[in-house]
């Protein structure tokens, strides 16, 4: 079945176009700005020091190639299942559906990494809520409560969503604010800086601002519900890295102007604003760092079941996961399903080991999609609404960086990601035997 780039409406797909640019934008910025940047500026000061702000500027020009790369390629495109859908029409059925795997992979794993830390930014108030039975509870509170938000309309979902970005933004603009102005007042707490700092460090902590400032690319899954898809992605995409790098950037600053460039807690943010604003101030990050991983959720659940529902829409998994409510016009079975995922990999996995799992998927569809601008020039050249300069520059420079970034990887969860792999090789030979069977082109 061929791939339409035809803008879809709701008769066909059964969902509603309700997400217009600015809340393309949020759903996005929301997808980036998780729970990381209230934890990872630490280990990113340890390895640089004060120019540890200077890798968070060069990781937003890495990742910044890589959405120019989305960008473009979006633009072709008003469909739902974003880089799967891309993937299948630059190359086929086969990496379409390795793309597909790898991408649900990493974008299940982020979101349950984040509502780990969920757990444990609640333990400020309530150190109870570490222990198996408490913890199991509010996991399942956090990602049922998520889940029936997505489920009762994508109105409601963006209106959700445009809240949690604003209320995880604001409590980060107070601490970049309020440790902007101690700077300004007091002399800084530097340790010495290293004079040679290995090219090991730089790419470490470049993986690790990319992994901050990743995750964007579950805003382009739900295009069938976009009003104008085509014309907003792009807009969406640049806001986003601008408004990401941006904070990113500032509060790698504070960071390690405060807490100098050996700071050690896993709470960063939280001990910036108790130098800067006391011990309400720490509550203030607590706060927000729990709203940025509910608004994340959120975001995510907003994005990610539009991939297995574009995915049954292909007839390459059952009808059950493009099955639409009729009340609330939203793929009800693909929500509870990817809901499903996230709480069981949330309750068995560690933050770490989700974590490794994401960077390493993602890193592997990147690589596509930047391959796919130059693969959708020859097949479609007149159907972009974006086209990047260049030539071919935008997209090598995106595989060059996803390649360089691959070298620091921790491997250690390998045999899981063999076995995404295997089974998406296998899920591809199922739907070739069963079309050829059906006397069906594949």
């Not at 790369?69 to 979006?74: G, I, K, L, P, Q």
């Not at 085509?230 to 904070?247: E, G, N």
């Not at 799992?357 to 959708?376: E, K, M, Q």
């Amino acid at each position: 079945m061929p791939v339409s780039t035809a803008r879809s409406g709701v008769a066909e797909s059964g969902l509603v176009r309700a997400i217009g640019r600015w809340s393309l934008a949020a759903l996005a910025i929301n997808s980036v700005i998780g729970s990381g940047v209230f934890g990872l500026p630490a280990f990113v000061a340890n390895l640089l020091g004060r120019y540890s702000t200077l890798a968070a500027l060069i990781a937003a020009v890495a990742i910044g190639i890589i959405m120019a790369c989305f960008a473009e390629v979006s633009s072709r495109f008003s469909e739902a299942g974003g880089p799967y859908l891309y993937a299948r029409a630059a190359f086929g059925r086969l990496i379409g559906i390795l793309v597909g795997w790898f991408f649900y992979l990493a974008l299940t794993t982020a979101p349950a990494a984040n509502a780990n830390l969920f757990v444990i930014y609640l333990a400020e108030f309530w150190p109870a809520v570490k222990q198996p039975w408490p913890r199991i509870l509010i996991l399942t509170l956090l990602v049922g409560l998520t889940a029936l938000i997505n489920l009762l309309g994508v109105r409601q979902s963006t209106v959700a969503n445009n809240v949690f970005t604003v209320a995880k933004i604001l409590p980060l603009l107070v601490v970049i604010i309020a440790g902007g102005v101690m700077i300004a007042f007091r002399p800084a707490a530097i340790l010495p800086q290293a004079l040679h700092i290995g090219a090991s460090s730089w790419l470490k902590a470049t993986v690790l601002m990319v992994f901050l400032l990743g995750g964007f690319e579950s805003a382009l899954a739900p295009m069938s519900e976009a009003k104008n898809p085509r014309r907003d992605a792009a807009f969406a995409l640049f806001a986003t890295l601008i408004v990401s790098a941006a904070i990113y950037a500032l509060i790698q600053w504070v960071v390690v102007e405060l807490l100098g460039s050996s700071a050690t807690s896993d709470r960063p943010l939280a001990e910036v604003a108790r130098l800067s604003l006391g011990n309400r101030g720490a509550s203030l990050v607590a706060i927000g760092a729990m709203l940025s991983v509910w608004g994340y959720l959120g975001a995510k659940l907003l994005g990610m079941p539009r991939l297995t529902f574009a995915l049954a829409q292909q007839h390459e998994l059952p009808s059950i996961f493009c099955a639409v409510s009729r009340r609330f016009q939203t793929p009800w079975f693909s929500i509870v399903f990817y809901a499903a995922v996230i709480w069981i990999l949330a309750i068995i996995g560690s933050f770490a080991w989700n974590v490794t799992l994401s960077v390493i998927a993602r890193l592997f569809y990147y690589g596509v999609i930047c391959a796919a601008v130059i693969a959708l020039r020859h097949s479609q050249a007149e159907a972009a609404k974006f086209r990047l300069p260049g030539g071919a520059l935008f997209p090598v420079l995106g595989i060059g960086v996803c390649i360089m970034l691959a070298t620091q990887v921790d491997l250690s969860q390998s045999r899981i990601v063999a076995a995404t792999l295997a089974t998406a090789i296998l899920h591809w030979a199922w739907i070739r035997h069963r079309s050829h069977a059906g006397g069906q082109r594949s």
